[in-house]
């Protein structure tokens, strides 16, 4: 008899359980996904978002994987961005989307806020360069414009750009990779800051509006660590490049200059790519999931209204 009502309590805990998760990601608009540079939708099945769509939408998400140009600037990829966001509402019947950009998506996500406000219910940056990267101005200085160093580098990564929008299905798309690494160098982030200014913190490693003034609520998160994970293949890179930055960092962008509206978290023992669940889902041990993170923010919103 113990056991029978051991186990009726277990089932009731799940059921229970199953009824609490139902709707728990369920935003009153679609969640709309913006890669970074170099990035994608999905290459030979292998999502950009790991497995972030399909955990979010099993709790009742709409969720939209964008693909822009993997290499281009900031503005350019905002156009494209715009264009797929207006075909999801024209798709799903929505007024408005919230929108989440990884990186340099950050940039891209805040140009259609920016210059499209009355669609856009949030907009939120992961690991966002916000304020700009050292790692960019470096790569920027050794690359004299007009020499033929720079022409060899844009020819390499236009080319790269290009095979990764081919193997995504996106081959029409066009690359710039000098106005990608442009966008990204601290002076074309303040360039493109003074344009599009919205949810953005007085200075760099403060808190920003949570609302802006153009009535979209703007968010943030990022990491602080490099090397989290001994079976991840990116982590002695991204080791290397945080050398170049000043203070703790996620690789490629500091702390400070991921801050973008209100700041949930800054400092996630997570690197850049831990951020989107790269590489294939490892991350630190002793950190939240970041799968788990997404989720906890769609309920955010969901209980936000939006």
Known sequence: M??????????????????????????????????????????LGIDYFYRLPTNLSKDGARVYVTSVSSVNSSE????????QVEQIMALTGASKVNLIGHSQGAQSIRYVASIRPDIVASATSVGGVNFGSPVADVV?????PGSKLEG??????NAFGGLIALLSGNS?????????????TTEGALAFNLKYPEGLPASQCEQ????????????????????????????????ITSLLIPGDDDGLVSRCSSHL??????????????????????????????????????????????
């Open 152 to 157: 060899v580098a844009k020819t390499a990564f």
């Open 208 to 239: 920003g509006p949570m609302q802006a003034s153009n009535g979209v609520y703007y968010f943030s998160w990022s990491g602080t660590r490099t090397l989290t994970n001994i079976f991840d293949p990116s982590d002695a890179a991204l080791a």
């Open 172 to 184: 029409g798309l066009p690359q710039n990779a000098v106005g990608a690494l442009e966008s990204l």
């Open 140 to 144: 920027r200085q050794g690359l004299t």
């Open 261 to 306: 509206g209100y700041v949930l978290k800054d400092n996630y023992k997570m690197n850049h790519l831990d951020e989107v669940n790269q590489m294939i889902g490892f991350h630190h041990i002793f950190e939240t999931d970041p799968l788990t993170v997404y989720r906890q923010h769609a309920n955010r919103l969901k209980r936000m209204g939006l």
């Open 2 to 43: 113990k056991k029978i009502i051991v186990l009726s309590i277990c089932s009731l805990l799940f059921i229970f359980s199953s009824a609490a998760s139902a709707g728990y990601t369920q935003t009153k608009y679609p969640l709309v996904l913006a890669h970074g540079i170099m990035g994608f939708d999905d290459v």
């Open 76 to 83: 350019q990829r905002g156009e494209q961005l715009l264009l």
